[in-house]
T-cell receptor, first 113, second 116 residues
């Protein structure tokens, strides 16, 4: 089944404790991206990757890191999480660039206390 | 960078009525404008999209119109049904030559409620 898989689905952590949210797609898509969703602010792009070893900042990259060592995986890393990073996170992939349909993962609900 | 404004933030209609959601964008180089529907507790899913060389696109009860000159695009849902109740997001993709190349920028979302 074609899908984008994120893990974990729910995570509660403490300020400053490094964490990684994994994202994997099995559709051989070139473009992958991370978004955070906050009430009233919609979906805001954190980072995106047009292909392996190519990553670029989205609109809200501060406090986040990503890597794209393999085509299928695009992990999101929070080196030192802070409470303002409490949010719902979505990973998405698209066949070619951001101008094709985005397929979203199930979402990760992160709470930083 | 790109700025996408979406209105209204909430929209309440009676079943069978039409619903219209409007978005404006700032980067004239943007070339792709998708609309996503997110049901409660679910992930966003594409419902319709339009490219900059097209003015209108229809798919059954939904349609999207694009005015490149005015830099705005709209989602039209006719004969609304209770299952259309969801959050709807517009988005704009930046093309080469613009300030937001490669980025996909979303609007703030519209909560649509269709009353039976």
């Amino acid at each position: 089944e074609a899908q984008v898989t994120q893990n974990p689905r729910y995570l509660i952590t403490v300020t400053g404790k490094k964490l990684t949210v994994t994202c994997s797609q099995n559709m051989n898509h070139e473009y992958m991206s991370w978004y955070r969703q906050d009430p009233g602010l919609g979906l805001r792009q954190i980072y995106y990757s047009m292909n392996v070893e190519v990553t670029d900042k989205g609109d809200v990259p501060e406090g986040y890191k990503v890597s794209r060592k393999e085509k299928r995986n695009f992990p999101l890393i929070l080196e030192s999480p802070s409470p303002n990073q409490t949010s719902l996170y979505f990973c998405a992939s698209s066949l070619e660039g951001g101008n094709t349909e985005a397929f979203f993962g199930q979402g990760t609900r992160l709470t930083v206390v | 960078g790109e700025n996408v404004e979406q209105h209204p933030s909430t929209l309440s209609v009676q079943e069978g009525d039409s619903a219209v959601i409007k978005c404006t964008y700032s980067d004239s180089a943007s070339n792709y404008f998708p609309w996503y529907k997110q049901e409660l507790g679910k992930r966003p899913q594409l419902i319709i999209d339009i490219r900059s060389n097209v003015g209108e696109k229809k798919d059954q009860r939904i349609a999207v119109t694009l005015n490149k000159t005015a830099k705005h695009f709209s989602l039209h849902i006719t004969e609304t049904q209770p299952e259309d109740s969801a959050v709807y997001f517009c988005a704009a993709h930046g093309d080469a030559g613009g300030t937001s190349y490669g980025k996909l920028t979303f609007g703030q979302g519209t909560i649509l409620t269709v009353h039976p």
